[in-house]
């Protein structure tokens, strides 16, 4: 059985990469397993592959793939590569969701508690060799008591939770589907109830996956509806904002600061309006990257790797009804 890995676009280092790809080159013992390093060679290659792993496919490439059974693409969701043909096709694509819990979770937690520490202002201070303790006093806050609004309750979201419970805060969330109480969660909203979670909260996280029901999900009239003085913060996708009203709500006061790791266009242009909105973080698309990577990555390739060979179950399998 032949595998091609395709090298492109992904967003780890090269390091972390290479690492993953070894593990999985590791795995492979009895294949054909071909690394593609450009355009060229994986359109050569994928001819007759019957498995691609890699960040993305073009329809280009895809349909010059005339028996590839199965892709397992390296990220945790494949809203940047899902086109008509591949959604048509009968080709297994799995993801590495989950692989990012402990990551994005502690991500969020660091830059809650960096807004609300003031410790954005600290560096700026730092560079600037001012020690200025008033300035930072004047504005610091806790998260003990806080509600923070987590809107996805998937394992990324709860994983967030979990930790902001330990901190004092009351949680209350989004779910697609609203079914039993999740332990730890004081109220579930459902989707068309955001408008009744956002006036509550104090805190605003963003980690659903991006669909057609969550583009531009938060705009000027949901953050009109936040408490004067909330924070957000996005490591979901930056289509499911409009940050000319985030930056509008920022300058103003009606939020008091963002933490943002994702943005509309990737990479941020350096002549973006987003770098200089006030009291924000901006962190360029790393809340799930980790020198873990390579070994949790392996570990979901090689458990589908096998199911796979074997005609089992496959785990993270994308759902096309969904869309992640």
Known sequence: MKFV?????????????????????????????????DVGAVEREIVDADVMI????????????????????GSSGIDHTIFPELIASDVILTTLSGIHIIPVAEHVMAMMLSLTRRLDLSMKLQMERRYDRAEI????????????????????????????????MRVVGMKRTVGPALNGI???????????????????????????????????????MM??????INVARGAMVDHEALGDALRSGKLRGAALDVFPT????????IYNLPNTIITPHTAGSSRNYGERAA????????????GGEMINVYNRERGY
């Open 266 to 273: 990737e990479p941020l242009p350096p002549a973006s309006p």
């Open 299 to 310: 570990s979901i390739f090689r458990q589908n790797l096998q199911a796979f060979l074997s």
């Open 54 to 73: 890699g960040w993305r496919i073009t329809p280009e490439v895809f349909a010059r793939a005339k028996q590839l059974k199965w892709i397992q693409f």
């Open 227 to 232: 408490k004067d003085g909330a924070y957000f």
């Open 186 to 224: 004081d109220k579930i909203f459902a989707p068309e109830e955001l408008h009744k979670m956002l006036p509550e909260v104090d805190m605003l996280v963003l980690v659903v996956p991006l669909t057609s029901e969550t583009r531009e999900l938060i705009g000027r009239r949901e953050i009109e």
């Open 137 to 168: 006093a004047d504005t610091a806050g806790e998260l003990a008591g806080k509600t923070i609004g987590i809107a996805g309750l998937g394992k990324i979201g709860m994983s967030i939770a979990r930790l902001s419970a330990a901190f004092g």
């Open 5 to 37: 890995a395709w090298m492109a676009y992904h967003l780890e280092s090269r390091r972390i990469v290479d690492d993953y790809i070894e593990r999985v080159a590791d795995s492979l013992a009895g294949h054909t397993f071909v690394i593609c390093e």
